[in-house]
């Protein structure tokens, strides 16, 4: 227990806490204790990361004991967390009408600890964030924490079904940020053995991966504790993976899912529209006529309570309806009615003289002589999500005459790749955009639209998400979000310019793309290999943080494949040898571009550098002579504009990983989920031999210098 300067990990038998008093790790890792989360005026028992809050001044909680009881702030004076001998961990407050009684407001519930009587028993604070209750007499676990999860998980916890218990772990967001009560969002494991996030316990509105015994496909393993890392339940009804980044002294979103807001159900209440602004964040907004029915939950990020009318329906001649282009629902309420019409008008006529009837929409029914289908809906939620034509897995079908209007007429060209070229254009809700004309596409009309949707459900924080397509006899196109920042090679080949990127930038992509890359060949249902990395192909967002583009257009890869003949294209320099041999490729491939790709990143420039004479120099060979062979320091392979200024352990980590990346054989280089744990540190990486091989590549002087 932590009083003043006293610290321990430990209560036993008999000893509370009170609400100044804490239980710390034995490496300082983790605290319990009192907390009042925000603004709030409640106390409550919670776990976490000490030395994180040491640096936010606030705490990132991972375990809350009384979530749903919360402690009165005149309560809590008197309140403590106490270990009883039978093994009861419970949280006690005064009465009302006897300062000097107590009753419990939270206790554990342990079938193992009914009938025991042990002034052994021990309440112990791990440095994996486990507060796990034993009796010294026999060493077994009567309770731990990890059994009963609320809204987080730690590396080691559990979470799914217990066989033992028969109670299924699940986690439920907090209801707002200043209230770890229940909120509406959840995530459990159903019996059919896939990870179902389900709204108010019930509705299911998205489903990550499939447990194989050991982990979800489509969820990212957590093995590692020596770097601050967890997984949470938020309060947007989004799964969210952080790990701690000491050198920014920030949370850091490595996974999410869904990965957009407005794919979760509900998100933003009733009346209330969710849509993204021209940053690509989700924003919710109320429907004209309407407020918000909670500002101060609004403010919290909470907006689950939706908006109200701001006059009440006169329900007579003078109401009348907005109309909502480009809208559609989440879901059909069971509420609505669907009646037959002639035409639209008797449709709005029906809603308006029904006072219970908040709107309609109507769709021409062509089996029927081309007669009006006319929905209704009654007093119910509901919650909807901007569109354009048609939707499939959440892309718009765009019409070639409204994208030609977008780009005038493709007049703002951004660059051109392997698969075609790319156009800038802005929607009508000004919705800046990036429009791909794809060339030597041969699918029919309605093998693209499926392929194309197969490519709408990949989300990643690091791809650039896939907005809508268009397919109209020969004119196939994607529609992408449009990466304010560019590409990665505007970037390259600069000299005392604003516009240099600074290590830790440099360090964030590097990280980022292999994390996207790490998804593509390990995470998503079929294996995807890339096939073109390169800086051009690499895309940067409004904070530098990169998207890979192009993602899916080479080659779908099925898993009982390990490998693949293709005749994909790819960028002379970053081709892995395999390919111009002609062998088989796999996504080792991938990995060798990355490679190349990393190199780039360190040096600020080209791979290739010609001289005057016509001799070529060949970055990753000289580089790796200066450092493995000459064991110059790992500085003189970074960018000279830097001027040295880099993390030495973060460079290092960085140069040692391309040189790996691009070994000759495949079977040497490390897979892109390697690279990941590598670079945020929860691997190490060994010294890498020379590339001697690419010696045979290029002509270079031993006293060349790549940088003079």
């Not at 790796?624 to 970074?638: A, W």
Request: proline content about 3%; glycine content about 6%.
């Amino acid at each position: 227990m932590t009083s003043g300067t006293s610290a321990a990990d430990t209560m036993f038998a008999g000893q509370s806490l009170t609400r100044n008093q804490t239980l710390v790790s034995s490496h300082g890792k983790f605290e319990l204790g009192f907390f009042t989360p925000g603004n709030s005026q409640n106390y409550y028992i919670g776990i976490w990361f000490k030395q994180v809050a040491a640096v936010q001044k606030k705490k990132t909680i991972v375990w809350v004991a009384n979530r749903n009881n919360p402690i009165a702030t005149n309560d809590s004076s008197s309140s403590e967390f106490k270990l009883l001998e039978n093994g009861y961990l419970v949280i006690l407050i005064s009465t009302k009408s006897n300062y000097s009684s107590k009753v419990s407001v939270w206790s554990t519930d342990s079938a193992s600890s009914k009938t025991m009587n042990d002034s052994s028993v021990k309440a112990v604070l791990g440095d994996d964030g486990n507060l796990v209750v034993t009796s010294s007499s026999n060493r077994n676990i009567i309770w731990q924490s990890f059994d009963h999860p609320t809204h987080a998980v730690l590396p080691g916890a559990k979470f799914g079904y217990n066989n033992l218990t028969k109670k299924n772990h699940k986690l439920t967001a907090w209801e707002n940020s200043e209230d770890p009560s229940e909120g509406i969002y959840s995530l459990e494991l159903r019996l059919n053995k896939s990870m179902d996030f389900t709204w108010n316990h019930s509705l299911k509105y998205y489903t990550s991966g499939v447990w194989n015994g050991r982990s979800f496909s489509d969820f990212p393993e957590m093995v590692d504790s020596a770097v601050p890392l967890y997984a949470f339940m938020d309060t947007s009804g989004q799964m969210k993976t952080t790990v701690w980044q000491a050198k920014t002294q920030d949370w850091i979103v490595i996974w999410i899912k869904p990965m957009l807001k407005c794919q979760v159900y509900g998100v933003c209440g009733a009346f209330s529209v969710c849509g993204e602004n021209n940053i690509g964040l989700s924003i919710c907004q109320c429907l004209p006529g309407f407020e918000q029915h909670y500002p101060k939950e609004w403010g919290l990020l909470d907006y689950t309570g939706g908006c109200m009318r701001q006059n009440s329906l006169q329900c007579g001649n003078k109401d009348s309806f907005s109309k909502m282009p480009n809208i559609i629902l989440s879901r059909i309420s069971p509420s609505a009615k669907a009646l037959a019409m002639d035409n639209a008008k008797k449709c709005e006529l029906t809603c308006l003289q029904n006072c219970s009837c908040n709107a309609y929409s109507y769709f021409t029914n062509s089996s029927s002589g081309g007669s009006i289908r006319c929905l209704l809906w009654w007093r119910r939620r509901l919650n909807i999500t901007p569109k354009q034509e048609e939707v499939y897995a959440f892309l718009t079908a765009f019409k070639y005459k409204d994208l030609k209007l977008a780009t005038k007429n493709f007049s703002n060209k951004l660059g051109s790749g392997s698969f075609g070229s790319v156009y800038k254009g802005t929607l009508p809700d000004l919705t800046a955009i990036a429009v791909k004309r794809l060339e030597g596409v041969s699918q029919d009309h309605k093998q693209f639209r499926s392929e194309v949707s197969t490519i709408g459900l990949i989300h990643h924080i690091n791809l650039v998400r896939l907005r809508g397509f268009c397919s109209e006899g020969r004119k196939k196109m994607l529609v992408y979000d449009l990466m304010p920042n560019g590409s990665l090679e505007k970037y390259l080949n600069l000299q005392n310019d604003s516009r240099i990127l600074n290590w830790q930038q440099r360090y964030q992509i590097a990280t980022g793309v292999a994390r996207g890359l790490a998804y593509l060949h390990e995470k998503c249902r079929d294996c995807i290999i890339h096939c073109d990395i390169k800086p051009e192909n690499v895309l940067l967002d409004a904070d530098f943080s990169p998207r890979i583009a192009d993602f899916g257009l080479a080659k779908l890869l099925g898993r009982e494949f390990s490998r693949v003949m293709t005749t994909m294209r790819g960028t002379i320099g970053y081709l892995a040898p395999e390919w111009i041999s002609g062998v088989a490729i796999t996504a080792k491939a991938d990995v060798y571009s990355y490679g190349m790709l990393l190199f780039e990143i360190i040096s600020g420039r080209r791979n290739f550098k010609q001289f005057k004479d016509g001799k070529i120099l060949f970055f990753p060979t000289w580089a790796s002579r200066k450092v493995i062979f000459e064991g110059q320091p790992v500085l003189s392979v970074l960018d000279n504009n830097l001027k040295g200024n880099a993390d030495i352990e973060e460079l290092n980590k960085a140069f040692r990983v391309a040189c790996w990346c691009i070994q000759e054989k495949e079977y040497q280089r490390p897979s892109m989920g390697q690279v990941v744990r590598i670079l945020e540190g929860f691997l190490e990486v060994n010294p890498p031999p020379i590339l001697s091989y690419l010696q045979a590549m290029v002509e270079s002087e031993e006293t060349a210098n790549f940088f003079s």
